[in-house]
Each structure stands twice: as structure tokens, then as C-alpha cells.
């Protein structure tokens, strides 16, 4: 069984910063893509960043520059470093990652954690 645990949101002024972080657990081969989406009220989930396991990044275009996804393979973790929050960030973030087990390969989701910017 895999699980996903993300850590990090909570309440921060605009302008502030947050680290998101999120953790993979269980019977894991490996880890391909991994990525962060959000999904704010009334609104679709939508694509924050995504890293491949080759480096490669892809990030929406309202936080390019602002946000920052990096990972950690050997503790199978990975992060989202938020700079210069805005209220319109408020939604909730959730992790994803491409795991590999022992004879397949799917995409799993953590939980989501709240994360809300004050103006």
C-alpha cells in the first residue's frame, strides 16, 4: 500500500511564504513525476508544478517565479517552496507522484492540505 502525506499549509499573510512538503510511504520501487495541484472553492483542481525524475520542471504560469518544486529522492519526499504569496493562492494543495511497484505503475494522491493567504 502507498501513501501519500502532505505537511506545511496553514495561514499566512499575503506576501508571506509557505513549504510544503510531501512525503511517500509504503512498498515503493521507484518514483517518477511528482507534481503539486490546487484546487480553490467553486474551482477546478488545477496544475501548480510537476518535477520528472530526470529534473525537469513545468510550473502554471501565475507562480512561475514565485514557487519553487524540489524533491528529495532518497527520503522519497518532495516540496513546494511558496514566495510571495497572494490571497488568490488560497485553495487546497495536493501532492501527486507517479509510483512504481513491484510489477505496475500508477498515480497516487495525498490528501490535501489547506492552504490560506490573508490580504
Known amino acids: 500500500q502507498v501513501q501519500l502525506v502532505e505537511s506545511g499549509g496553514g495561514l499566512v499573510q499575503a506576501g508571506g511564504s509557505l513549504r510544503l512538503s510531501c512525503a511517500a510511504s509504503?512498498?515503493?520501487?521507484?518514483?517518477?513525476?511528482v507534481g503539486w495541484y490546487r484546487q480553490a472553492p467553486g474551482k477546478q483542481r488545477e496544475l501548480v508544478a510537476t518535477?520528472?525524475?530526470?529534473?525537469?520542471?513545468e510550473y502554471a504560469g501565475s507562480v512561475k517565479g514565485r514557487f519553487t518544486i524540489s524533491r528529495d529522492n532518497v527520503k522519497k519526499t518532495w516540496y513546494l517552496q511558496m514566495y510571495s504569496l497572494k490571497p488568490e493562492d488560497t485553495a487546497v494543495y495536493y501532492c501527486y507522484a507517479d509510483i512504481s511497484q513491484q510489477f505496475s505503475t500508477k498515480g497516487y494522491w495525498g490528501q490535501g492540505t489547506q492552504v490560506t493567504v490573508s490580504s
Open positions: 518535477l520528472t525524475s530526470g529534473g525537469s520542471t
Open positions: 509504503g512498498s515503493i520501487f521507484s518514483i517518477g513525476a
